[in-house]
């Protein structure tokens, strides 16, 4: 078995202050701080929508693949909607993202903070050699929302 481990930040607009929170709200789980709310999906844990605060509609969305993607040496590729998902909060500011597939585990922890999200990830191969790994996957972004990023 390989392990892999990936660290991925994603900023948004910085600014200063603790207002960070992770809240479960039926159809999506939602991590905010002082300049973003970012929803995940409770079925996959895809990317629903990012807002900016104070600012309406969403920047962007998941792609097709959901949250990641992964290819494994053979050619074979898997991605978070191919895989069941559990979510579980477990801090304050910290959700975990537990994907099982035949061919890989994969966890990722992401926690809130005031500016952005930290995505961190941890890949178990059960049998085949994992070639790469994306985290976020593809994303769909909405121009008349997205200026500057």
Avoid: C
Avoid at 26 to 35: A, D, K, N, R, Y
Avoid at 61 to 81: H, I, K, P, T, Y
Wanted: hydrophobic share 40%; charged share 20%.
């Amino acid at each position: 078995m390989h392990t892999a481990v990936v660290f991925i930040v994603l900023t948004i607009f910085t600014t200063h202050g603790l207002a960070w929170q992770v809240k479960y709200l039926g159809e999506v789980w939602q991590l905010s701080g002082l300049t973003y709310t970012l929803n995940l999906s409770t079925k996959d844990g895809s990317i629903v929508s990012l807002m900016r605060t104070g600012k309406k509609g969403s920047i962007l969305s998941s792609g097709e693949d959901g949250l990641w993607r992964v290819r494994f040496r053979d050619g074979l590729e898997l991605n978070a909607r191919s895989a069941t998902m559990q979510a579980k909060q477990i801090a304050p500011k910290n959700l975990l993202l537990t994907y099982h597939h035949p061919d890989v585990s994969v966890n990722i922890k992401i926690t809130a903070h005031d500016d952005g999200v930290d995505f961190d990830a941890e890949l178990e191969a059960k049998s085949k050699a994992i070639l790469d790994f994306v985290l976020p996957a593809k994303l769909r972004f909405e121009p008349k929302n997205a200026h500057r990023l």
